[in-house]
């Protein structure tokens, strides 16, 4: 296991831009993309379009469009502009009809209508809100998530998945696509192929990490792609989810929803997390991710540390600066040169 030391005279700017591909979903996602988009302007957002719960999951069912969600964030993560602007597309309406939804997905509601597809709604806000990279979907094909438990039974639905674990305390075995093995967005293939580094997570594993590799093509893209496959694990466990999951855990499920050989390495926190938040997420059913660096790298993948905690958050989140600057000293430990094509 790697410590990663840092250093603030380390952290510049590349003259040449790195090629990042980031794939997951949720808030782990965008967090590591507000840190990355001060290293290069070659930064690539894939993000899972399973979701069917809250704001996006009510557009989805309403207008038969994919859940704008993940996407939105991604593209709030990226951008560059006033902070007014920011606030707004983030305003999320407290009462009426429009009560739980946010002026962001209703704003790639109506680009989706104008522009005929979701990919081409995306990049038009990310022009919009000039972002720094882009953002595409893993599939523009309408999917959704089902969830197979150690008793046998099977939930269909993101949002649903994680209330059943939570009433039946039963441990989730396996997560397929319905319908299985949709087509892969042509471009998202594109990106991991001419990448430089892949970054896989943070996110919930179950339902936003490994959905995209359920996805046709998006695996082998993975495994076969010359640039470094690093897997960012969470600080916490989740409850509903991986609770009591070490590091190896979530690596060994990855593999086995996708391929041997899917990573390479592995970025871990090394911050103590304070004690009332120990406490807040064991109540809730969640605990520290366990870093067991020897059976992790049993699996194939080399365990760098750094401490990765925001000292400002209300819960245990990544610092998306200090998370950026690990990523980035994983990446050059590696001495991997860039491509050129």
Same mark, same amino acid.
């Given at each position: 296991?790697?410590?990663?030391?840092?250093?603030?005279?380390?952290?510049?700017?590349?003259?040449?831009?790195?090629?990042?591909?980031?794939?997951?979903?949720?808030?782990?996602?965008?967090?590591?993309?507000?840190?990355?988009?001060?290293?290069?302007?070659?930064?690539?957002?894939?993000?899972?379009?399973?979701?069917?719960?809250?704001?996006?999951?009510?557009?989805?069912?309403?207008?038969?469009?994919?859940?704008?969600?993940?996407?939105?964030?991604?593209?709030?993560?990226?951008?560059?502009?006033?902070?007014?602007?920011?606030?707004?597309?983030?305003?999320?309406?407290?009462?009426?009809?429009?009560?739980?939804?946010?002026?962001?997905?209703?704003?790639?509601?109506?680009?989706?209508?104008?522009?005929?597809?979701?990919?081409?709604?995306?990049?038009?806000?990310?022009?919009?809100?000039?972002?720094?990279?882009?953002?595409?979907?893993?599939?523009? #094909?309408? *999917?959704?998530?089902? !969830?197979?438990?150690?008793?046998?039974?099977?939930?269909?639905?993101? @949002?649903? %998945?994680?209330? +059943?674990?939570?009433?039946?305390?039963?441990?989730?075995?396996?997560?397929?696509?319905?319908?299985?093995?949709?087509?892969?967005?042509?471009?998202?293939?594109?990106?991991?192929?001419?990448?430089?580094?892949?970054?896989?997570?943070?996110?919930?594993?179950?339902?936003?990490?490994?959905?995209?590799?359920?996805?046709?093509?998006?695996?082998?893209?993975?495994?076969?792609?010359?640039?470094?496959?690093?897997?960012?694990?969470?600080?916490?466990?989740?409850?509903?989810?991986?609770?009591?999951?070490?590091?190896?855990?979530?690596?060994? #499920?990855? *593999?086995?929803?996708? !391929?041997?050989?899917?990573?390479?390495?592995?970025?871990?926190?090394? @911050?103590? %997390?304070?004690? +009332?938040?120990?406490?807040?997420?064991?109540?809730?059913?969640?605990?520290?991710?366990?870093?067991?660096?020897?059976?992790?790298?049993?699996?194939?993948?080399?365990?760098?540390?750094?401490?990765?905690?925001?000292?400002?958050?209300?819960?245990?989140?990544?610092?998306?600066?200090?998370?950026?600057?690990?990523?980035?000293?994983?990446?050059?430990?590696?001495?991997?040169?860039?491509?050129?094509?």
């Amino acid at each position: 296991m790697d410590n990663l030391l840092l250093q603030e005279e380390d952290i510049r700017l590349y003259k040449r831009p790195l090629r990042v591909v980031a794939l997951g979903g949720g808030h782990g996602l965008s967090t590591m993309l507000r840190g990355l988009k001060h290293y290069t302007r070659d930064l690539t957002a894939i993000v899972t379009t399973a979701d069917d719960g809250g704001g996006s999951g009510m557009l989805r069912q309403d207008l038969g469009m994919l859940p704008p969600g993940d996407a939105r964030d991604c593209v709030l993560a990226l951008a560059n502009t006033d902070s007014i602007m920011e606030e707004l597309m983030a305003y999320r309406f407290a009462e009426g009809s429009l009560s739980g939804q946010c002026f962001g997905n209703l704003l790639l509601a109506a680009l989706n209508g104008i522009c005929g597809s979701f990919s081409e709604a995306v990049r038009q806000m990310g022009q919009v809100l000039a972002i720094t990279g882009r953002v595409l979907p893993v599939t523009e #094909e309408d *999917i959704h998530l089902q !969830a197979q438990f150690d008793d046998g039974s099977t939930i269909l639905g993101e @949002s649903a %998945i994680f209330y +059943h674990k939570k009433e039946t305390r039963k441990q989730i075995r396996r997560v397929v696509l319905t319908p299985e093995h949709p087509a892969a967005f042509p471009e998202s293939i594109r990106a991991i192929d001419r990448a430089d580094l892949i970054l896989i997570g943070p996110g919930s594993l179950y339902t936003s990490i490994i959905p995209n590799f359920l996805v046709s093509g998006i695996t082998e893209a993975v495994k076969n792609a010359k640039g470094y496959k690093l897997m960012v694990m969470n600080l916490m466990t989740q409850d509903g989810e991986t609770e009591g999951y070490t590091a190896s855990d979530h690596l060994r #499920e990855l *593999i086995r929803h996708s !391929a041997p050989g899917i990573v390479e390495g592995c970025l871990a926190n090394s @911050s103590p %997390i304070p004690e +009332h938040l120990r406490q807040e997420y064991l109540r809730e059913g969640a605990g520290v991710m366990e870093v067991d660096t020897r059976q992790t790298e049993a699996l194939g993948a080399k365990v760098y540390t750094a401490p990765l905690l925001s000292s400002t958050s209300e819960y245990a989140r990544h610092d998306p600066q200090l998370l950026a600057a690990a990523i980035v000293d994983v990446y050059h430990r590696q001495g991997r040169p860039r491509r050129r094509s």
